[in-house]
């Protein structure tokens, strides 16, 4: 193809063989595919990695990212820029890449020198605001984008407001196989004289095979000689998780329908040749998934392409693939539907010859070397508006143009300051101090950072990530006296409690933790327990008298909203909270001193973070008003001549007739202020924002007072204070658990996209 020597060398991004999914599959064929068609082209892949071992790859893939490593991505854009590709295809689902919604695939579009095609494999109906957010960014940053269905085209229109003329619809493609009679390959398979039905794909509950199995009774009874073959392995992640209890739960079900001699489990994931055998020995093929936001089935494309019939729910690929009789659509999870359509099909000899007829003639457009001449066409597109040249990518390697470099993830601190029991509170330098025990504040940030940390993907291995959460949740668990509704929060090293109940303060940070698993959790089990407490711990709150426990809680509750977001009984108690802020206010604030209280004490910001917050979820501006009117004033009274954060002492707080105190410098204050303002920037999108947080957070690498670090690079651990003269040289778990709170919420905003070049 003349037209394909604009290309000399074409990348794509993507998984990729031998990771098991379809998407690494789909980019090695549409990869190799490209090749045949344009082989003077140079194409190579930059492969994503689930694994810190990788994988064993061909010759193909050059390059290799970390899908949970942010730098990763910014490395792979250095790459690509390096190697002068002249083309990034990139494949896009939601769950390949790291970050908040897939959100680290930014990284790289951000910085690369090419033209961008994308084609999206998901295209959500009723995204998440994350989920739109990404999307829209990605539509922005590609210069064009493919989906594989009409249906797709239309959302990203209606939903995404994507200009209709910067989408190509370019079916999936397909292996060229013949038009033949199922016998022809049954009997390799022991299946000579029976009817197949098939299902194929990574197993998981969302195929909805169970649907199938239960139609299997009926279809059996007119057509004794069938059998339902079910082929693939289940889908790795699932299997980490939850082992084979999918798999196992569909043959028991068989089993207890009478139909374990008419169903096969095939549990491997298989070679293309050895697919297109077993398609060939299929007569029926079955898609029941359960979920009608579907856009693209590979499997589907697969099969109807080699001319079978199919019996498939109404998920949005099918309808598009089957309309006009071209197959047959059945509703979700109606097994007796599920029968009544193969039963038809298996009735009516000549309908089905002309169903498979049909789709084998479409199915020509959907062969690899046809779908390879469409992407090239759209590669040709995608490049017209392109007048940035790969060989210019030192010009935005400025400071100003670069993203915040963040110091790497290091845990190993937190890691020695845990047991099998919680986080030891403090520490005799770098060694955990056993002799003061532990206490539920922090137990709950830890809680907390192990929650952000899987929410964003984090470094700990999984085995490690699940022992230090539950331990955490166990903790808080534990701590909680079901007798009077209140969390203790001192036990010695021997695992004896030191009170009934703990101040108000620690009370409320417990509800703010375990309000963050209710509402971040991916372990159903740890959600629900969190959950549990937080509905247990929450009603004596509105008795406390403290602002910062009305803001902990505050803060709890939104993260429990996520959970349950129509709680009327949470909402009320959100409102109670509120209006006692907001008469501290009334009372105690003026012009000259626009704060809650005549002193300024310890983890102010949270108010400020706790008014802003509910402000905009209660739709009350007045609200919203005062949080960032208090944030401002605390961001002038925190700040040096110099220009770097100081925050309140704890040697004297700040009494408004009185001197503040400037030392002794706490780490939470400073994570508050990060806290506090992320928030005010997510809502406002306004730069003075994120910029001051930015100077809260650099107050531990060195921009404060002295001048001096006080996060250890080596052990991962954070100083307990900034005193006068000196540091302290303690690194006890609150100081560590704030300085990495605040590194997991400065990697978020980093993620986090606007709708920005």
Same mark, same amino acid.
């Given at each position: 193809?003349?037209?394909?020597?604009?290309?000399?060398?074409?990348?794509?991004?993507?998984?990729?063989?031998?990771?098991?999914?379809?998407?690494?599959?789909?980019?090695?064929?549409?990869?190799?595919?490209?090749?045949?068609?344009?082989?003077?082209?140079?194409?190579?892949?930059?492969?994503?990695?689930?694994?810190?071992?990788?994988?064993?790859?061909?010759?193909?893939?050059?390059?290799?990212?970390?899908?949970?490593?942010?730098?990763?991505?910014?490395?792979?854009?250095?790459?690509?820029?390096?190697?002068?590709?002249?083309?990034?295809?990139?494949?896009?689902?939601?769950?390949?890449?790291?970050?908040?919604?897939?959100?680290?695939?930014?990284?790289?579009?951000k910085e690369i020198r090419m033209p961008v095609v994308?084609?999206?494999?998901?295209?959500?109906?009723?995204?998440?605001?994350?989920?739109?957010?990404?999307l829209q960014e990605l539509a922005m940053r590609s210069?064009?984008?493919?989906?594989?269905?009409?249906?797709?085209?239309?959302?990203?229109?209606?939903?995404?407001?994507?200009?209709?003329?910067?989408?190509?619809?370019?079916?999936?493609?397909?292996?060229? @196989?013949?038009?033949?009679?199922?016998?022809?390959?049954?009997?390799?398979?022991?299946?000579?004289?029976?009817?197949?039905?098939?299902?194929?794909?990574?197993?998981?509950?969302?195929?909805?095979?169970?649907?199938?199995?239960?139609?299997?009774?009926?279809?059996?009874?007119?057509?004794?000689?069938?059998?339902?073959?079910?082929?693939?392995?289940?889908?790795?992640?699932?299997?980490?998780?939850?082992?084979?209890?999918?798999?196992?739960?569909?043959?028991? @079900?068989?089993?207890?329908?009478?139909?374990?001699?008419?169903?096969?489990?095939?549990?491997?994931?298989?070679?293309?040749?050895?697919?297109?055998?077993?398609?060939?020995?299929?007569?029926?093929?079955?898609?029941?998934?359960?979920?009608?936001?579907?856009?693209?089935?590979?499997?589907?494309?697969?099969?109807?392409?080699?001319?079978?019939?199919?019996?498939?729910?109404?998920?949005?690929?099918?309808?598009?693939?089957?309309?006009?009789?071209?197959?047959?659509?059945?509703?979700?999870?109606?097994?007796?539907?599920?029968?009544?359509?193969?039963?038809?099909?298996?009735?009516?000899?000549?309908?089905?010859?002309?169903?498979?007829?049909?789709?084998?003639?479409?199915?020509?457009?959907?062969?690899?070397?046809?779908?390879?001449?469409?992407?090239?066409?759209?590669?040709?597109?995608?490049?017209?508006?392109?007048?940035?040249?790969?060989?210019?990518?030192?010009?935005?390697?400025?400071?100003?143009?670069?993203?915040?470099?963040?110091?790497?993830?290091?845990?190993?601190?937190?890691?020695?300051?845990?047991?099998?029991?919680g986080i030891f509170q403090h520490a005799i330098f770098?060694?955990?101090?056993?002799?003061?025990?532990?206490?539920?504040?922090?137990?709950?940030?830890?809680?907390?950072?192990?929650? @952000?940390?899987?929410?964003?993907?984090?470094?700990?291995?999984?085995?490690?990530?699940?022992?230090?959460?539950?331990?955490?949740?166990?903790?808080?668990?534990?701590?909680?006296?079901?007798?009077?509704?209140?969390?203790?929060?001192?036990?010695?090293?021997?695992?004896?409690?030191?009170?009934?109940?703990?101040?108000?303060?620690?009370?409320?940070?417990?509800?703010?933790?375990?309000?963050?698993?209710?509402?971040?959790?991916?372990?159903?089990?740890?959600?629900?327990?969190?959950?549990?407490?937080?509905?247990?711990?929450?009603?004596?709150?509105?008795?406390?008298?403290?602002?910062?426990?009305?803001?902990?809680?505050?803060?709890?509750?939104?993260?429990?909203?996520?959970?349950?977001?129509?709680?009327?009984?949470?909402?009320?108690?959100?409102?109670?909270?509120?209006?006692?802020?907001?008469?501290?206010?009334?009372?105690?604030?003026?012009?000259?001193?626009?704060?809650?209280?005549?002193?300024?004490?310890?983890?102010?910001?949270?108010?400020?973070?706790?008014?802003?917050?509910?402000?905009?979820?209660?739709?009350?501006?007045?609200?919203?008003?005062?949080?960032?009117?208090?944030?401002?004033?605390?961001?002038?009274?925190?700040?040096?001549?110099?220009?770097?954060?100081?925050?309140?002492?704890?040697?004297?707080?700040?009494?408004?007739?009185?001197?503040?105190?400037?030392?002794?410098?706490?780490?939470?204050?400073?994570?508050?202020?990060?806290?506090?303002?992320?928030?005010?920037?997510?809502?406002?999108?306004?730069?003075?924002?994120?910029?001051?947080?930015?100077?809260?957070?650099?107050?531990?690498?060195?921009?404060?007072?002295?001048?001096?670090?006080?996060?250890?690079?080596?052990?991962?651990?954070?100083?307990?204070?900034?005193?006068?003269?000196?540091?302290?040289?303690?690194?006890?778990?609150?100081?560590?658990?704030?300085?990495?709170?605040?590194?997991?919420?400065?990697?978020?905003?980093?993620?986090?996209?606007?709708?920005?070049?």
């Amino acid at each position: 193809m003349s037209k394909a020597l604009r290309f000399q060398r074409i990348a794509f991004l993507g998984n990729y063989p031998p990771r098991l999914c379809g998407i690494a599959t789909f980019t090695q064929d549409l990869c190799e595919a490209i090749a045949r068609e344009a082989p003077e082209a140079d194409c190579f892949v930059s492969s994503v990695n689930d694994r810190a071992e990788g994988y064993v790859y061909s010759p193909r893939v050059r390059y290799e990212l970390a899908e949970k490593d942010l730098d990763s991505y910014r490395r792979a854009a250095d790459y690509l820029n390096f190697h002068r590709a002249d083309m990034l295809c990139v494949q896009h689902e939601y769950g390949i890449y790291g970050g908040i919604s897939g959100s680290h695939l930014m990284a790289l579009l951000k910085e690369i020198r090419m033209p961008v095609v994308t084609t999206l494999h998901t295209v959500l109906v009723d995204p998440s605001g994350m989920q739109k957010q990404v999307l829209q960014e990605l539509a922005m940053r590609s210069d064009r984008l493919v989906v594989m269905a009409q249906k797709g085209a239309s959302i990203l229109q209606e939903v995404y407001q994507v200009a209709a003329n910067k989408i190509d619809v370019i079916p999936h493609g397909i292996p060229n @196989l013949p038009f033949c009679d199922s016998s022809v390959f049954k009997e390799q398979f022991g299946v000579a004289e029976r009817t197949v039905l098939l299902t194929f794909g990574l197993l998981g509950p969302g195929k909805g095979i169970e649907y199938a199995i239960q139609a299997l009774p009926e279809i059996v009874k007119h057509h004794p000689n069938v059998v339902y073959l079910v082929l693939g392995a289940t889908h790795p992640h699932l299997l980490a998780r939850e082992g084979e209890r999918y798999r196992l739960s569909l043959e028991r @079900l068989a089993e207890e329908l009478g139909m374990k001699d008419h169903v096969i489990f095939y549990n491997r994931f298989v070679a293309q040749a050895d697919l297109n055998e077993f398609i060939g020995a299929t007569d029926v093929y079955l898609t029941p998934y359960l979920h009608e936001a579907q856009i693209t089935s590979g499997t589907l494309a697969y099969v109807f392409g080699a001319g079978k019939a199919v019996v498939s729910t109404r998920y949005w690929h099918a309808q598009e693939l089957l309309a006009e009789g071209r197959g047959v659509l059945v509703g979700f999870r109606d097994a007796q539907a599920i029968a009544d359509g193969v039963l038809h099909l298996l009735e009516e000899k000549e309908r089905m010859e002309k169903i498979r007829s049909d789709a084998y003639q479409i199915g020509q457009e959907m062969r690899w070397p046809a779908v390879a001449r469409r992407y090239l066409e759209t590669f040709e597109r995608a490049s017209v508006d392109r007048s940035a040249s790969p060989h210019q990518a030192f010009s935005q390697w400025a400071l100003g143009s670069r993203p915040y470099t963040l110091p790497p993830l290091q845990l190993k601190h937190i890691r020695h300051m845990s047991d099998g029991t919680g986080i030891f509170q403090h520490a005799i330098f770098t060694v955990p101090n056993f002799h003061e025990g532990y206490c539920v504040d922090d137990n709950a940030r830890a809680f907390i950072l192990c929650n @952000l940390l899987d929410e964003l993907g984090g470094q700990m291995t999984a085995e490690s990530y699940d022992v230090l959460t539950t331990t955490y949740l166990a903790f808080l668990a534990a701590s909680l006296n079901y007798q009077i509704g209140r969390f203790r929060n001192f036990m010695n090293f021997s695992r004896e409690w030191l009170e009934d109940s703990g101040s108000e303060d620690s009370h409320a940070r417990a509800l703010w933790a375990v309000g963050t698993g209710a509402g971040r959790s991916r372990n159903e089990g740890r959600k629900r327990l969190a959950a549990q407490l937080f509905e247990r711990g929450l009603p004596v709150v509105e008795s406390f008298t403290s602002p910062r426990s009305w803001s902990f809680a505050l803060l709890g509750i939104h993260e429990y909203l996520r959970y349950q977001p129509g709680d009327v009984g949470v909402m009320r108690m959100r409102e109670v909270l509120v209006d006692k802020l907001l008469h501290l206010w009334q009372v105690c604030s003026s012009e000259n001193w626009p704060w809650f209280e005549p002193i300024v004490t310890y983890d102010n910001a949270r108010i400020s973070q706790a008014l802003i917050l509910s402000g905009t979820w209660m739709s009350r501006p007045d609200v919203c008003e005062i949080g960032f009117a208090s944030l401002r004033w605390l961001t002038s009274i925190q700040k040096t001549q110099s220009g770097c954060f100081r925050p309140i002492g704890n040697n004297g707080f700040y009494h408004s007739e009185g001197a503040r105190a400037d030392f002794d410098q706490q780490p939470v204050e400073a994570q508050a202020m990060v806290s506090a303002c992320l928030e005010a920037y997510y809502i406002t999108h306004d730069s003075l924002w994120k910029n001051e947080a930015k100077r809260a957070f650099e107050w531990f690498l060195g921009r404060n007072d002295l001048g001096v670090t006080l996060y250890d690079f080596t052990s991962g651990g954070c100083s307990d204070g900034l005193h006068e003269t000196h540091v302290s040289e303690n690194q006890g778990a609150e100081s560590t658990l704030a300085f990495h709170l605040s590194l997991a919420e400065m990697t978020q905003a980093e993620n986090i996209i606007y709708h920005t070049p």
